[in-house]
């Protein structure tokens, strides 16, 4: 669309289904990659891609015309047939339903995808629900518990 201009920074987090710890070392490269290319394929700039075991943080520059539960149903979609058809998890996998999505300025980018690339040594200190509910509260997102991710710690 002509004269139409934009900057928009989000970022997505969700979670293997039961919160499994099926995102294992010897494959999440390959799938954060191919999560990296679901995003460009879609037109859409891919700012970092990271994870543990359980659970995936995503930052990405989207287009105001893209449809975010569209967006993030195609990756979560996309991704699991992926890990599902090369056999690479030793069970099923699935993705928990739902997912937090947070926007932030440009001025913020470079700690955001820091901090997403850091996620391991992260996770040595915070547990996951502290940090979700802990971004969920830092953003003034009002939620109930009961809607939650499952969190098994």
Same mark, same amino acid.
């Given at each position: 669309?002509?004269?139409? &201009?934009?900057? +928009?920074?989000? *970022?997505?987090? !969700?979670? #293997?289904?039961?919160?499994q710890?099926? $995102?294992?070392?010897e494959f999440?490269?390959r ?6 290319g679901?995003?460009?394929? @879609? ?5 970092? #891609?990271? =994870?543990?075991?359980?659970?995936? *943080? +995503? ?5 105001p015309t893209?449809?975010i %539960?569209?967006?993030?149903?195609? +990756? ?13 998890? %030793?069970? %099923?996998?699935?993705?928990?339903? =739902?997912? =937090? +999505?947070?926007? *932030?300025?440009?001025?913020?980018r470079?700690? #955001? $995808?820091? &901090? $997403? ?5 992260h ?8 940090? &979700?509910?802990?971004?969920l509260? @830092?953003?003034? #997102?009002? &939620? ?7 969190? !098994?710690?």
């Open positions: 669309m002509a004269n139409t &201009y934009s900057q +928009i920074s989000m *970022h997505i987090i !969700f979670a #293997v289904k039961y919160r710890a099926l $995102i294992l070392p999440r490269d799938l954060f990659k191919y999560i990296y679901i995003i460009e394929g @879609k037109n859409q700039k891919s700012l970092a #891609v990271n =994870g543990t075991s359980d659970h995936i *943080h +995503i930052f990405t520059g989207m287009e893209m449809y %539960p569209d967006f993030v149903r195609d +990756i979560k979609s996309d991704s699991s047939l992926f890990v599902n058809s090369l056999n690479l998890s %030793p069970k %099923p996998f699935h993705w928990q339903t =739902g997912y =937090g +999505i947070f926007s *932030h300025s440009k001025s913020s470079k700690s #955001v $995808i820091n &901090y $997403i690339l850091n996620q391991e040594q996770h040595q200190k915070t547990s996951f629900r502290n940090e &979700y509910t802990g971004m509260n @830092k953003m003034d #997102v009002k &939620y109930n518990e009961k809607y939650l991710f499952d969190f !098994f710690e």
